[in-house]
């Protein structure tokens, strides 16, 4: 089953060209389920990295716009685009010319899987 | 209404004053008495219903204060990322996985969305990549298509028989 799941955001990742990671973690950026494709960059798949989104979404939820739900970030050589799913955090990591569109299209095709992945998450915490 | 009129009687003076018209107002001074009524904030009830000593309330309140500014404020330079543990992230991963096959195991996943517009077709790249038909072939096609249509629009039934048959019962 878990398989399944793997399988299925495996194909989206292929989907989106430039596309080189989706992860999905808990908002301490703790893995729960990660497809890596070879040109992924190792440092930005690190808890630490990936964990200042929680911090970021907590204090930009203060600025009176409502809650945080996507954080777009990009930098000279690759985009991160990370949307809060609470207690899960979705993480892309992409190369600078990847369509964003695209990357943000991916949400409804993820979401409904995200449903035991909640359920293993909020269990533990 | 009250309100209104009796405000306007004010105003123009009006001669029939102290006697009962259409102008005088039924409620009595109702402008006044409204003024009256005192302004209670919701922390004032709060403070009275619960009767403890003032200090410990003040105190209570500008912690109060004090929390909810600390909350609203957006500091930067103060927050702490919380770097997890190497085994405490391990542990957590492992948690994770566990607790993900067991419910994996008792929900069924849910059923696929679409995927592609052109699922009859198992490989669409394949055929939309292929060449163009021929326009030769299009108009030919054309053409056909169109001789089809006007042949069938000229259908018609030819009439030939009674549409109604009186059945002679034998007598």
Same mark, same amino acid.
């Given at each position: 089953?878990?398989?399944?799941?793997?399988?299925?955001?495996q194909?989206?990742?292929?989907?989106?060209?430039?596309?080189?990671?989706?992860?999905i973690?808990?908002?301490?950026?703790?893995?729960?389920l990660?497809?890596l494709?070879?040109?992924?960059?190792?440092?930005?798949?690190?808890p630490?990295f990936?964990?200042t $989104?929680?911090?970021?979404?907590?204090?930009?939820?203060?600025?009176?716009?409502?809650?945080?739900?996507?954080?777009?970030?990009?930098?000279?050589?690759y985009?991160?685009?990370?949307?809060?799913?609470?207690?899960?955090?979705?993480?892309?990591i992409?190369s600078?010319?990847?369509?964003t569109?695209?990357?943000?299209?991916?949400?409804?095709?993820?979401?409904?899987?995200?449903?035991?992945?909640?359920?293993?998450?909020?269990?533990?915490? | 209404?009250?309100?209104?009129?009796? $405000? $306007?009687?004010?105003?123009?003076?009006?001669?029939q004053?102290?006697?009962?018209?259409?102008?005088?107002?039924?409620?009595?001074?109702?402008?006044?008495?409204?003024?009256?009524?005192?302004?209670?904030?919701?922390?004032?009830?709060?403070?009275?219903?619960?009767?403890?000593?003032?200090?410990?309330?003040?105190?209570?309140?500008?912690?109060?204060?004090?929390?909810?500014?600390?909350?609203?404020?957006?500091?930067?330079?103060?927050?702490?990322?919380?770097?997890?543990?190497?085994?405490?992230?391990?542990?957590?991963?492992?948690?994770?996985?566990?607790?993900?096959q067991?419910?994996?195991?008792?929900?069924?996943?849910?059923?696929?969305?679409?995927?592609?517009?052109l699922?009859?077709?198992?490989?669409?790249?394949k055929?939309?990549?292929?060449?163009s038909?021929?326009?030769?072939d299009?108009?030919?096609?054309?053409?056909?298509?169109?001789?089809?249509?006007?042949?069938i629009?000229?259908?018609?039934?030819?009439?030939?028989?009674?549409?109604?048959?009186? $059945?002679?019962v034998?007598?």
């Open positions: 089953m878990v398989e399944e799941i793997r399988k299925v955001i194909e989206l990742l292929l989907k989106v060209s430039g596309l080189y990671c989706v992860l973690t808990d908002r301490d950026g703790v893995p729960v990660k497809v494709t070879d040109k992924a960059p190792e440092l930005a798949t690190r630490a990936l964990s $989104f929680g911090l970021a979404i907590d204090q930009g939820s203060k600025l009176g716009l409502g809650k945080a739900k996507t954080l777009i970030c990009t930098y000279s050589q985009q991160i685009v990370q949307m809060n799913k609470l207690p899960l955090v979705i993480s892309f992409a600078d010319t990847c369509n569109g695209h990357i943000l299209g991916l949400e409804k095709y993820i979401e409904p899987l995200l449903a035991n992945l909640t359920v293993a998450v909020a269990d533990t915490q | 209404m009250g309100c209104c009129y009796s $405000f $306007f009687c004010n105003e123009d003076g009006s001669p004053r102290g006697e009962p018209s259409e102008r005088t107002h039924l409620l009595v001074d109702p402008v006044s008495n409204n003024s009256n009524i005192p302004i209670y904030n919701s922390e004032d009830f709060l403070s009275n219903s619960n009767a403890l000593p003032k200090k410990t309330d003040e105190q209570s309140a500008l912690n109060r204060i004090l929390q909810e500014t600390a909350t609203n404020v957006i500091d930067v330079a103060a927050l702490d990322s919380h770097n997890l543990q190497q085994h405490e992230y391990v542990e957590r991963m492992r948690q994770y996985s566990l607790k993900l067991q419910a994996c195991a008792s929900n069924k996943l849910p059923p696929r969305t679409k995927m592609c517009l699922q009859d077709i198992p490989a669409p790249e055929v939309l990549s292929s060449e038909v021929n326009p030769d299009l108009r030919l096609i054309n053409s056909a298509v169109t001789r089809a249509a006007a042949a629009s000229d259908i018609k039934v030819e009439h030939k028989e009674d549409m109604v048959v009186m $059945f002679r034998p007598d």
